[in-house]
């Protein structure tokens, strides 16, 4: 019986934080609008959040492209596909690999810096000082950040899979020696913009939605201690990462599955 | 002050991140080819088969690009495959011209391709391709071949 | 001035969760325009105090008055409305570390106000002077050591010209010197302002010596003696007099609850 009763009061539990997060996200999404009001602050965070991202995504999408030209060039010329080489790669990293590993990174970097920072505030009691102050702490310091990373998401995204395509030009063209003027013409006649571009901006703003919505509830509900804020930078990046991954799963069904 | 600074590197971050877009949209994709979007007319053309054609395929002529494939539906009394496109306004076509659904290399994505005929008047919006080939489908190729290969091998065997 | 208390606590009970009540059927009035301190041991709920009196809880059952009206912890707008009426000073200060001095004292007139930046940097320069910083305006919170964060933090709470100012743990960690400043600037706010102040301090003697009148409480919310301060200090009662002379035994025991010193050591004789 004891064993069963712990199995209730977990399943409880874990509906509870999950009612407890959808109260969370649909307030902060009520405070959006008053955030918006007053973009500067979106501004200071999209600094702080985008512009201090670029040094890791620039570098991964780099490799990543090299990686990819290597790896696919090895099997395409196996069905003398090789002039594709370049029509693959961007189609992974535009409607996979770009929102996807730009989302995981951002989740590992931005995610646990946003939640150490919000966290670090409340066992500060910097937030109880605001709302003492009569502000409401959700529009003044959560909305801006959640702003910024849906609003940076997608930017990091695009640029990891330009930078991606532009290794994959280098390996492609420099080292294998495929054609230059063919790497692109098929990309360009097999690439769709709404499609494939499209849709992979569609998917970095949702991933983008993820990702900063669990850093700042992580960071909020954390615990005001040492290894409260510890734990909760580890929260942040195994849930945005599971959460991203399962999204992905589905988008990709809803997009791209064959009608 | 520091504001002015932030603003500018986020500014910097935004136009970097628009830049990655365009060239996506742009030199990796096929945007640029869009633009001839403005001014087209439509017709149809019906075929047996349409084999692996999928709507927004582009309608090409001598391999050059003059038109988009809009949609794609099964009329329900002749049972054929209905195939309605969009073709650039400044290209004309004699009303003979024929339609063949061709494959881009060996392995590629299927078109229709644009043959012009001799007529002198020309396809206006709304008419009806009439001369038309369908896809190869390879089932029936094999067919053909094995059916061919067995009334070769059977007269070769009469005795 | 009207003799009705600014504050009033009416017979409130409040605990954070149902397992541990920390305030139980308290009552008590604050003065307006006096010094009032709530002396007490770690855990006797004077924080907790401080938190319903600005509406961040609200009580289980009871009555929280704020000058007349009763406070709702859940009225927003009512929220919104008292407490820009009330400072309050952290106690570490809760400074904003992502801005600089000027900017935190700046920061309740930047977002209550609408007062241009011209007027702003003469009003936050004139609250810093009052607390003696005005030369480190330009500073980083980073820079700042731990009197100054209280002080800087002090002239943040006063940035509106609060009619109460709530001080949690005003003394805690400081150094003589910076006690006396901290003492000093409570007592003068009060005495030029006419702001009610509200002082939660383990720290007898500095609250003595500011302080109108003074409240002792114990664990588990319970209101055990109030007065001037010459009354407490006075008072023959145990409770009272253990904790203003801080004795090491008393009604509070020095000895966590423990079984019979012979049973741990073993020195039973066997019968």
Known sequence: ?259 | ?159 | MSDAPFIEIDRVTFGYDSRRTILNDISLTFARGKVTAVLGSSGCGKTTLLRLIGGVHAANSGRVVFDGELVDARDKAQLFRLRRRLGMLFQFGALFTDLSVFDNVAFPLREMTDLPEVLIRDIVLMKLNAVGLRGAAGLRISEVSGGMARRIALARAIALDPELIMYDEPFAGLDLVSMGVAAKLIRTLTDVTGATALLISHDVPQCMAISDWVVLMANGGRLVAQGTPAELMASEDAEVRQFVRGEPDGPIKFHYPAPPVAQDFGLERSA
């Open chain 1, 1 to 259: 019986m004891n064993g069963l009763q712990r199995l209730g009061r977990l399943s409880l539990d874990l509906l509870a934080s999950w009612g407890h997060g959808a109260i969370f996200f649909l307030e902060l999404l009520r405070a959006v609008p008053a955030a918006l009001s007053r973009f500067g602050l979106v501004v200071t965070q999209i600094r702080a959040i985008g512009n201090r991202s670029l040094v890791i995504i620039l570098a991964s999408g780099l490799a990543v492209g090299f990686v990819l030209a290597l790896q696919l060039y090895n099997t395409l010329t196996n069905f003398g596909a090789a002039e594709s080489l370049g029509l693959v790669v961007n189609l992974s990293l535009v409607r996979e690999l770009g929102p996807v590993v730009t989302a995981l990174l951002f989740a590992g970097r931005a995610g646990t810096s946003l939640t150490a920072e919000i966290g670090l505030m409340k066992a500060g009691e910097q937030i109880a000082a605001m709302e003492l102050m009569a502000i409401d702490t959700r529009a003044r310091v959560l909305a801006p950040r959640f702003i910024a990373g849906v609003i940076a998401m997608p930017l990091l995204a695009a640029m990891f899979s330009a930078v991606g395509i532009l290794g994959a030009y280098v390996v492609a063209v420099g080292l294998i020696g495929i054609d230059a003027g063919n790497f692109w013409s098929i990309q360009q006649s097999g690439v769709d913009v709404w499609r494939d571009v499209g849709n992979g901006v569609i998917k970095s703003m949702v991933f983008g939605v993820i990702c900063t919505a669990v850093a700042l509830y992580q960071g909020y509900e954390t615990e005001a201690t040492p290894e409260g804020v510890a734990y909760a930078t580890t929260r942040t990046v195994v849930t945005a990462s599971l959460g991203v991954l399962a999204m992905d799963f589905l988008l990709t069904a809803l997009m791209f599955s064959t009608p």
């Open chain 2, 1 to 159: 002050m520091n504001k002015k600074s932030t603003e500018v590197m986020v500014g910097l971050f935004v136009v970097l991140g628009a830049m990655a877009l365009l060239f996506l949209a742009l030199k990796a994709a096929n945007l640029a080819s869009f633009t001839g979007g403005g001014n087209t007319y439509t017709v149809q053309a019906r075929f047996d088969n349409i084999g692996g054609l999928k709507a927004r395929a582009p309608v090409r002529s001598a391999g050059v690009n003059v038109g988009r494939i809009t949609s794609i539906t099964l009329d329900r009394v002749t049972f054929q495959g209905v195939v309605t496109m969009d073709l650039n306004a400044d290209v004309a076509f004699p009303k003979d011209s024929s339609a063949k659904i061709l494959t881009a290399g060996l392995l590629g994505d299927q078109y229709i391709g644009l043959e012009p005929g001799g007529s002198e008047q020309n396809l206006g919006a709304g008419d009806v391709i009439t001369q038309t080939q369908s896809a190869i489908v390879l089932e029936n190729l094999i067919g053909q071949f094995l059916f061919s290969r067995a009334a070769d091998g059977g007269s070769g065997e009469a005795e």
